[in-house]
């Protein structure tokens, strides 16, 4: 059960859109609007009498910018949380307003319901995003992971063991890896044996499949090199469908 008030300042330069926020919100018994602005002037006067608990704040607001005010509100370390409101989805924009130190982020397309949500949730110190802007903020999220994660993990290995693996992912045998690298066999074999101990995987098949899911090499290399490996061994033939389906990818 809740015990607070939450304080709210709405900030847009749609009075419409103002006014049905604050239509809304007088049926809701735990949220009290203290104030709008439809610019930059008025609410920095709102902030400062008014103290309220959160700001709902477009961040192009007329006169001055509102993420200029959050920016500026902020280095003060007051208790104010933000929650920025924007027309439609901007991915760049929503990453540059959590990185100003926005808490929340909502767009026009956000339900009344949806908007309390997030109020509460700021309010208790978490992050919210709204529905619209998770997809895009998901595939942001993965492209970045990913992408750091394929370098960290190319780190491990020099230039020459990758080389080793790449030949590795298209079915190469030590000796055509010795020809195409112009080294001995036995020595292809112990640089093998040692990305096997970095990679943490006991035979090539294993390695193809660490190369594949950690970015190294891509599908068509990964599929030849499988094919390639089942006509040496039958036995990897009757394997394959299990072994592309432990790899998340079917």
């Given at each position: ?40 002037l008025i609410l920095e006067e709102l902030i400062k009498a008014k103290h ?125 890896q010795g020809d195409e690298l112009g080294l001995d066999p036995r020595t ?63």
């Amino acid at each position: 059960m809740r015990e607070k008030i939450v304080k709210v300042i709405l900030a847009d330069e749609s009075i419409i859109l103002l006014k049905g926020m604050c239509l809304f919100f007088e049926t809701e018994p735990y949220i009290e609007v203290c104030g709008t602005a439809n610019n930059g002037l008025i609410l920095e006067e709102l902030i400062k009498a008014k103290h309220p608990d959160i700001v709902i704040c477009n961040p192009f607001l007329p006169i001055k910018d509102g993420l200029v005010i959050m920016k500026e509100q902020l280095r003060k370390k007051n208790k104010l949380k933000w929650i920025v409101l924007e027309r439609e989805v901007n991915i760049m924009q929503y990453i540059e307003c959590i990185e100003k130190g926005a808490k929340g982020y909502l767009t026009y397309q956000s339900t009344y319901t949806e908007v309390a949500h997030a109020i509460f949730e700021t309010e208790r110190g978490e992050y919210y995003i709204c529905q619209q802007a998770l997809p895009a903020v998901t595939k942001q999220f993965v492209s970045t992971y990913t992408s750091t994660h394929t370098a960290t993990i190319s780190r491990l290995f020099t230039e020459k063991q990758r080389k080793i693996i790449h030949l590795t992912c298209l079915g190469f045998t030590n000796k055509q890896q010795g020809d195409e690298l112009g080294l001995d066999p036995r020595t292809i074999e112990k640089h093998i044996q040692i990305i096997f101990k970095k990679a943490k995987v006991n035979n090539r098949a294993s390695l193809v499949r660490f190369a594949f899911l950690n970015g190294i090499e891509n599908l068509a290399a990964f599929c030849g090199a499988l094919l390639l490996f089942a006509l040496d061994d039958e036995s990897l033939t009757y394997a394959i469908p299990e072994f592309l389906s432990s790899c998340s990818f079917v």
